[in-house]
């Protein structure tokens, strides 16, 4: 009972075995300590847009996918109630999304950046969300 507060981001998803992890952080959480979560949403809209070719997805890296409804069933069987399940957002602009693009598909960039010549709007951030999910759990 070492801890208020632990942060998971981007890690869930690489572990083994998440119930061993869940456990040992249950272990050394102080009672009423929090848990923050941010892994990919299997579930989530871009996952279901982009298919296959779902960024996320690294065979070689990514052991486990996560919805909300499959983490939360994790947290809650080790000891965990779930305080807030909600998307990610990241602030982007347009520039930044057609380059992010260029490593998905060659064609589809190449059409956005001839679409948008060379206007200011591409430089004005807005939020985007990334296709993960933040869990904040508390120890019960």
Not at 19 to 25: E, G, S, Y
Request: charged letters at 20%.
């Amino acid at each position: 009972n070492f801890f208020q507060i632990i942060t998971l981001f981007d890690v869930i998803e690489h572990v083994i075995s998440p119930t061993n992890a869940l456990q040992h952080i249950h272990r050394i959480l102080q009672p009423g300590g929090v848990l923050v979560i941010t892994t990919p949403n299997e579930s989530g809209l871009l996952r279901k847009i982009m298919g296959r070719h779902w960024f996320h997805f690294k065979p070689l890296e990514h052991n486990f996918f996560f919805s909300k409804e499959s983490l939360s069933t994790y947290l809650q069987k080790n000891g965990f109630e779930i305080v807030l399940v909600q998307q990610c957002k990241k602030i982007v602009d347009i520039q930044f999304m057609i380059n992010r693009a260029f490593h998905y598909n060659s064609q589809l960039p190449k059409i956005a950046q001839w679409l948008s010549g060379n206007h200011r709007w591409k430089q004005k951030p807005f939020s985007f969300p990334t296709g993960e999910i933040d869990v904040f759990a508390r120890k019960i």
